[in-house]
């Protein structure tokens, strides 16, 4: 099985920064992408960022400009640092990844961390 587990969140002032990180660990033969959602009480979870490899970096239109993802292929990583964050940025925050693993067969799997709690107030 594979886990993700995230750390980084927290309560910040607005304008302020935070930098999400996110591992991924177990039987793992490869990740093909990696990426960042958050889910606000009473909507939808919506796509952060993403990185997939090899590809384009995908954004959101509401942070470009004030989010950076990033992968470290070698510690099988994903981080966001979130610049400049806006009180509309508070929601928990989910790591995500398209993993390659035996579950039971040899596939493409999704898996999800538990989320971290991203507040923004003053």
């Known amino acids: 099985q594979v886990q993700l587990e995230e750390s980084g969140g927290g309560l910040v002032q607005p304008g302020g920064s935070l930098r999400l990180s996110c591992v991924a660990s177990?039987?793992?033969?490869?990740?093909?992408?990696m990426g960042w959602y958050r889910r606000v009480p009473g909507k939808q979870r919506e796509l952060v960022a993403a990185v997939p490899s090899g590809g384009i970096t995908n954004y959101a239109d509401s942070v470009k400009g004030r989010f950076t993802i990033s992968r470290e292929d070698a510690k099988n990583a994903v981080y966001l640092q979130m610049n400049r964050l806006v009180p509309e940025d508070t929601a928990v925050y989910y790591c995500?990844?398209?993993?390659?693993?035996?579950?039971?067969?040899?596939?493409?799997?999704?898996?999800w961390g538990r989320g971290t709690q991203v507040t923004v107030s003053s």
């Open positions: 995500h990844a398209l993993v390659r693993t035996e579950a039971p067969i040899m596939y493409d799997y999704d898996f």
């Open positions: 177990g039987k793992i033969y490869g990740i093909k992408s």
